[in-house]
């Protein structure tokens, strides 16, 4: 700013001292003509849009005018006195320290918002001594401050759990199941029996045939049950729906680990919609793309893609991963060195990519 309108100032210096040598008609001219521009932009502006460079020298140069010369301006004498003393201002102010203890550092800050924000049941007291644990001694006073000026009530009775954090809690513990059926390549319709858990997204296919009836579904269920071993005890819902092959022995096996089974209404499959998604997921990337010979062909197939969709394929829900990932590896320093190798799967169907050692 101040080389600015140094820069303007002296401009307008050097103006002054061209017009010292012309003639009193050519700058008499002058003056009417501009006088003339001056009043038609009045007309048409109703409040000039002015920069600081502008009003120093406006400021400076109606010290060397009359004041009965002042209305000559586009502006009103007050509003050039008070340029002029907001000039003087800023040039004997000087810069002072603000009084008082010295603000809170903005990681420190940003902590205890994220606590905050993180565990809605918590009070400041609580926030102050969880900081501490983790080496980071705050006194209960400042987080109350910092709670206050972000909006957040510094006693725990902010508000409750989020709808992601609501569901993702009441996930746990609840599975799903369902059927569906693949064509084989002689037009024989094949029927799969799959559970999947909501909170983890790990699909378990129970079972191939052709003839599925109550006492095979039911029988599925009791294996699957055996393979889980204590695992089993952690159902507490299983959605269905109402398929007649879901009958009485099938639900036995799970309300005697003290679940509770849930059937969807009629003709509503969004009720059991996680369970629908990988059907449709596994029927695009798999079943659609393949020509079945038969069940074993089929329990071959699904027990691949089982395993690539459990430990490999990424899922949204679970913020890119994989249901049960292995040991991921460190972040790269350096994107350009980094390099793919690929695995097929299913012959080629299906590329896995990890970063090459």
Partial sequence: MLWSSLYLFLGRVFQFLVLL???????????MVLRHQVAVL???VNRPDLHRGDRVVLAALSRLLPRSSWDVFFVTPATLLRWHRALVTRRWTYRSKRPGRPSTRADVREAVLRLARENPSWGYQRISCEL????????????????????????PRRSGPS?????????????????????TIFLKRLYVLFFIEHATRVVHVAGVTAHPTGTWVAQQARNLVVNLGERAEGITFLI???????????????????ARVIMTPVRAPRANAIAERWVGTVRRECTDRLLIYGENHL????RTYERHDNRHRPHRSLDRRPPQPSDAAAAPRDLDQVRLQRRQVLDGLINQYRRAA
């Fill in 42 to 44: 009045h007309r048409q």
């Fill in 132 to 155: 501490a644990g983790a080496g980071l001694r705050i006194p209960p006073s400042t987080v109350r401050d910092i709670l206050k000026r972000a909006g957040l009530d510094s006693a």
């Fill in 21 to 31: 040598g012309r003639g009193d008609r050519a700058k008499a001219a002058e003056i």
């Fill in 240 to 258: 269905r729906d109402r398929d007649a092959k879901f009958t009485a022995a099938f639900d036995e096996v799970f309300t005697s680990l003290g």
């Fill in 299 to 302: 329990r071959r197939v699904l």
């Fill in 163 to 183: 709808w992601s954090q609501f569901l993702n809690a009441q996930a746990e513990g609840i599975w799903a199941c369902d059927l569906f059926h693949v064509d």
